[in-house]
Antibody, heavy 120, light 107 residues
Framework: QVQLQESGPGLVRPSETLSLTCNVS????????WSWIRQPPGKGLEYIGY???????NYNPSLKSRVTISVDTSKNQFSLKVTSVTAADTALYYC??????????????WGQGILVTVSS | EIVLTQSPATLSLSPGERATLSCRAS???????LSWYQQKLGQAPRLLIYGASTRATGIPARFSGSGSGTDFTLTISSLQPEDFAVYYCQQDYLSYTFGQGTKLEIK
């Protein structure tokens, strides 16, 4: 079954840009939607956004001004950038596949998560 | 933004008991835009239920979901030791939001 693996720096300085990549294996990235979700330490889950292989994106309105999700189908990867980070962006970042059945969509495959700390 | 409110925040039960977890939406979600996830300590969330009542692949039959409109329920018919975890509901009617979670702990 499809597997996802996040990678990127675990420490980012305040005001800089957080950049993460999700590698998708055992499944093509095409014809699916792919998402980023984060979880601050000890807290709940927050949807960041998704991308389709054709470039269609959707972002959480509360983060939209600072977030960009992109896809590289040749590498079977998609990426996340969050600009102007603060301590509030410290979280475990997950990549996930968006599954769908008729009108219902959900996150059916998840990476293990990567902890990103924002600190000087 | 649709807000999902889960109750109770913490539920203390014993193995073999029945667990009933609630998720209330700030506006109607129809009947198919609600999913449930289980998250164990140190692990990624796992999809349990989608479309309010359909079990995901490989999910045991003791897990069931119900509800429509603004009120949804996840029921675990007879708790197994491995079921003690945090449970989240999630809506996809308008973008995506998650509830704050219910921690199911051993009594």
């Amino acid at each position: 079954q499809v597997q996802l693996q996040e990678s990127g720096p675990g420490l980012v300085r305040p005001s800089e840009t957080l950049s993460l990549t999700c590698n998708v294996s055992n499944g093509a990235i095409k014809s699916q939607y792919w998402s980023w979700i984060r979880q601050p330490p000890g807290k709940g889950l927050e949807y960041i956004g998704y991308i389709h292989h054709n470039g269609i994106t959707n972002y959480n309105p509360s983060l939209k001004s600072r977030v960009t999700i992109s896809v590289d189908t040749s590498k079977n990867q998609f990426s996340l950038k969050v600009t102007s980070v603060t301590a509030a962006d410290t979280a475990l970042y997950y990549c996930a596949r968006v599954g769908s059945v008729t009108t219902s969509t959900f996150f059916d495959h998840w990476g293990q998560g990567i902890l990103v700390t924002v600190s000087s | 933004e649709i807000v999902l409110t889960q109750s109770p925040a913490t539920l203390s039960l014993s193995p073999g008991e029945r667990a009933t977890l609630s998720c209330r939406a700030s506006q109607s979600l129809s009947s198919s835009y609600l999913s449930w996830y289980q998250q164990k300590l140190g692990q990624a969330p796992r999809l349990l239920i989608y479309g309010a009542s359909t079990r995901a692949t490989g999910i045991p039959a003791r897990f069931s979901g119900s509800g429509s409109g603004t009120d949804f329920t996840l029921t675990i018919s007879s708790l197994q030791p491995e079921d003690f975890a945090v449970y989240y509901c999630q809506q996809d009617y308008l973008s995506y939001t998650f509830g704050q979670g219910t921690k199911l702990e051993i009594k």
